[in-house]
């Protein structure tokens, strides 16, 4: 066990839907980054929020934000979801930027 | 081409081989991570390196900064190593790029 936690870990929606994925950091790390895998792309980098600012950002779309909240939780919101959003979302977590601790994932199916 | 090369892409390996796996980069890194993937999905960060080399039980990481090369060796290999094992780094615009994996997959 990381440490982290993501919620939900399965989210089945449709095409056009706004989604949620929620992590909550170890206890302690004040980065928290954002990764999505899919099977035609591998993982990528999307952002990466240290002590509730954005630190770095990847290839995350327009259509996707994210933020990190006062407790050092954080949101990525996926918003006009297409079938190619379909992938795993991790998120993981570090001091600052040293060692990143994984989340098991949040599964996302679009439909 | 992509930023981070790996190779070999899969590798099947007997019980107790001495196994590498070698990961090359094409942009100015300040960190080079290697990550674990098993089957069931969930990932573990098994090294950071800047320079030099690291061991972790029987897990060795080296890197080349001038060579921009970095290698994950496994001593006495065991089935439960069978995993994916990825290369990712961290450009100096802290953007973090993946190579796209290497499968091991270790035989009793």
Known sequence: ?111 | KNEVEQSPQNLTAQEGEFITINCSYSVGISALHWLQQHPGGGIVSLFMLSSGKKKHGRLIATINIQEKHSSLHITASHPRDSAVYICAVRNNNNDMRFGAGTRLTVKP
């Not at chain 1, 989604?19 to 999307?46: E, K």
């Not at chain 1, 954080?74 to 795993?88: F, I, P, Q, R, T």
């Not at chain 1, 979302?89 to 570090?94: D, E, G, L, P, V």
């Open chain 1, 1 to 111: 066990d990381s440490g982290v936690t993501q919620t939900p870990k399965h989210l089945i929606t449709a095409t056009g839907q706004r989604v949620t994925l929620r992590c909550s950091p170890r206890s302690g790390d004040l980065s928290v980054y954002w990764y999505q895998q899919s099977l035609d792309q591998g993982l990528q980098f999307l952002i990466q929020y240290y002590n509730g600012e954005e630190r770095a950002k990847g290839n995350i779309l327009e259509r996707f934000s994210a933020q990190q909240f006062p407790d050092l939780h954080s949101e990525l919101n996926l918003s006009s979801l297409e079938l190619g959003d379909s992938a795993l979302y991790f998120c993981a977590s570090s001091l600052i930027t040293d060692t990143q601790y994984f989340g098991p994932g949040t599964r996302l199916t679009v439909l």
